[in-house]
């Protein structure tokens, strides 16, 4: 009678568990700042497969929601007689909210998976343990550097996408539907604001790309080390980074959009 | 895997791109390049009775181009006056003393700007100068309001043109 109340309280332990793991585990990978700056060539050959890899999608991606932001737009502001602030529409949606969210979300899908499978394969063949025979500790060695990378790669590519879609919105609004071209960008730069928007656009990228890519390198690297474990933690990175995104980044755009 | 130098390369590339995308944001959507304060910028405030919805870092204009921005809004608790402090460029320096400041409002919902319309003077406005001659926003319940007691005052006769209104209104829709 009392199992199903045991196993409650036992899965809130694990869970509780897993979340001291995963804070003590980023203490140990941030030990590793020092080699890293020692060792460049490993953080390009991530910064490579996690930014430059991604380049393609976060750019088509980009396009296409720069587009259908326009048309939408178009739609609903022509209503009021208000397209010319079809500009300040796009870019303000791209570089407040669509621009790093949905960037930490296909980066997820794109890097935070491939990140998880390699690490979990790494534990899985006990390439993980080789290291720590030989005295290397392959959390310095391995995961520092793919963290980094993604915290050096997010807020880059969240950048690239807004640009992008600034670029489709100005296509679709000015190009097909024949919004003025003056009025876009002149609306578009009295009402964007550098500090208040582009900037806290970065900084929210900056966060997302800490927090994808660290539950992506801690649920590899805490994977059930067989094939069925490592399908799972790549499962649940993916999954637990898109909760993790969206819920940092209603609090993110409290604390920076909340008082005006 | 690819040859290091490739890769280095690639990254170079990437984080190359990253930056002038960085830069386009900063420099052709944002307001960042027209906000370079100029420290030559000259000083000058204004009070007005009702500043409205004003805000910091509106755009102040003359003849619809604009030469400044609101630096400042403050609250005056004597007079109970809003008094308004514009930062004007350097390259506008003979705005006559007797200049008017006008709180306007860009089209019938957007932003509220201050409009300056010239006077006759001899004399320049400096840094520190005071606008003498202001007019306060038009707040839009006020217009309502008084438009409503006008017209119930006036009776029949505006109840006609308004319905002739209404028509070429959907005259129009069509």
């Keep these: ?260 | 895997m690819q040859p290091s130098r490739a890769i280095e390369t690639w990254v170079g590339l990437f984080v190359a791109v990253g930056m002038i995308a960085l830069f386009f944001l900063a420099m052709q959507v944002s307001n960042l390049s027209d906000l370079q304060v100029d420290d030559q910028s000259y000083k000058i405030t204004a009070r007005f009775e009702n500043a409205g919805s004003l805000r910091v870092r509106a755009p102040v204009s003359m003849a619809g181009v604009r030469i400044g921005r609101v630096s400042a809004i403050r609250f005056d608790k004597d007079t109970y006056e809003a008094v308004v402090e514009m930062r004007i460029e350097p390259g506008y320096d003979t705005l006559p003393t007797d200049t008017t400041a006008n709180v306007l409002t860009a089209g019938l919902l957007g932003e509220q700007y201050i409009g300056l319309s010239p006077g006759g003077s001899e004399d320049y406005l400096k840094n520190g100068d005071e606008i003498e001659l202001t007019q306060s926003a038009m707040v839009l319940e006020e217009v309502i309001s008084r438009f409503l007691f006008n017209k119930a005052e006036g009776g029949g006769d505006s109840s006609q043109s308004d319905a002739g209104s209404t028509k070429s209104g959907k005259a129009s829709k069509k």
């Design chain 1, 1 to 260: 009678m009392l199992e199903p109340v045991q196993k409650v309280g036992r899965s809130t332990l694990d869970s509780l568990q897993k979340l001291g793991r995963a804070n003590l585990f980023l203490l140990h990978v941030l030990t590793g700042i020092p080699d890293i700056l020692r060792r460049f060539r490993l953080l390009f050959a991530q910064v490579y497969s996690v930014g430059v890899l991604s380049i393609l999608i976060i750019g088509v991606s980009g396009l296409f929601v720069g587009m259908v932001l326009g048309l939408q737009g178009y739609y609903v502001l022509s209503d009021f007689g208000a397209e010319q602030t079809l500009g300040v529409m796009v870019a303000a949606s791209l570089v407040r909210e669509l621009g790093p969210v949905v960037t930490a979300l296909l980066f997820a899908g794109r890097a935070g998976s491939a990140l998880t499978a390699e690490i979990g394969l790494m534990k899985a063949t006990e390439q993980l343990s080789g290291m720590e025979m030989m005295a290397v500790d392959p959390i310095k060695r391995i995961i520092a550097p793919r963290l980094f990378a993604g915290i050096i790669s997010m807020p880059l590519l969240a950048c690239l996408f807004s640009m992008v879609g600034v670029m489709g919105g100005y296509f679709v609004g000015v190009g097909l539907l024949g919004v003025d071209e003056g009025a876009f960008w002149s609306q578009m730069r009295a009402k964007i604001d550098f500090y208040d928007d582009i900037l806290n656009g970065v900084i929210k990228s900056l966060v997302f790309g800490v927090v994808v890519t660290w539950i992506a390198v801690f649920e590899g690297y805490d994977s059930i080390p067989t094939s069925e474990g490592v399908s799972r933690a790549t499962t649940r990175s993916v999954v637990y980074a898109a909760f993790a995104v969206l819920g940092w980044d209603f609090v993110l755009t409290a604390l920076m959009f909340g008082e005006d």
